[in-house]
């Protein structure tokens, strides 16, 4: 942050999100590539702890492998999952309605995912906090 010239406006925190919710309140929260690595319980619980820390209005940011419902595409969060299954206990690529009704619970309106992946093949869903 500092060689972006952002350190007075970006605060960058490490905090166990899956056991409580992060200290202070936040205009803006990104979430990149950790609901995948997540069971989804902790994922729920994840999405309601940083929910509560994202201030009245404030945006939530989810990037990572985010299925279609149909749970086949896009490939690769189809390919993602079957590295997966071999390789860790929990963790998956969610549907796009699991992450919807986790944000919905969690008290966020506004809620899109974005038709396109970024370069390195991941989804993208925004939500902007209730009032």
């Known amino acids: 942050m500092e060689e972006e010239g952002a350190a007075d406006r970006v605060k960058v925190i490490a905090a166990n999100v899956v056991s409580g919710p992060l200290p202070g309140s936040y205009d803006v929260a990104v979430m990149r590539g950790l609901l995948q690595v997540l069971s989804p319980q902790d994922a729920r619980l994840v999405v309601k702890h940083i929910g509560a820390a994202v201030n009245p209005r404030g945006k939530i940011y989810i990037i990572g492998q985010i299925l279609d419902d149909s749970r086949t595409s896009p490939l690769e969060a189809v390919g993602f999952n079957l590295a997966f299954i071999s390789t860790y206990d929990a963790g ?35 939500a902007r906090k209730r009032e």
């Open 92 to 126: 998956e690529s969610y549907t796009e309605t699991e992450h919807r009704d986790w944000l919905s619970e969690a008290g966020f309106v506004d809620i899109e995912r974005a038709n396109f992946l970024l370069g390195d093949g991941s989804g993208l869903i925004t």
